[in-house]
Nanobody, 121 residues
Framework: QVQLVESGGGLVQAGGSLRLSCQASGSIFHINSMGWYRQAPGKQRELVATITNGGSTNYADSVKGRFTISRDGAKDTMYLQMNSLRPEDTAVYYC???????????????WGQGTQVTVSS
């Protein structure tokens, strides 16, 4: 029904930058909030940043001032600009979206397959 595909991950040195993208496709009537989450080895998945349909943003304290979330509603795409990367940012980054697939249906959560971000010291 709905697919979320992340891209832009990779290996970068500490202090470097990466830009993640999340492209939503499929039976989309409306996307409400979107967000980025991450999961490091041996740890639980945690919120990185979220953005509402109106553009309001929320960030984890650990990334405030370094990461910027944005979205292009016309393209059903979300981005995460990551600057001043640290080794502790190493994780698999997942895209999440609350999507309605019909005019009167509920919003359901969808997840991407994840993209690996590795920051070397």
């Amino acid at each position: 029904q709905v697919q979320l595909v992340e891209s832009g991950g990779g290996l970068v040195q500490a202090g470097g930058s990466l830009r993640l993208s999340c492209q939503a496709s499929g039976s989309i009537f409306h996307i409400n909030s979107m967000g980025w989450y991450r999961q490091a080895p041996g740890k639980q998945r945690e919120l990185v940043a979220t953005i509402t349909n109106g553009g309001s943003t929320n960030y984890a304290d650990s990334v405030k001032g370094r990461f910027t979330i944005s979205r292009d509603g016309a393209k059903d795409t979300m981005y995460l600009q990551m600057n001043s990367l640290r080794p502790e940012d190493t994780a698999v980054y997942y895209c999440n979206a609350a999507v309605r697939t019909s005019p009167i249906g509920p919003y359901n959560d969808y997840w991407g397959q994840g993209t690996q971000v590795t920051v070397s010291s």
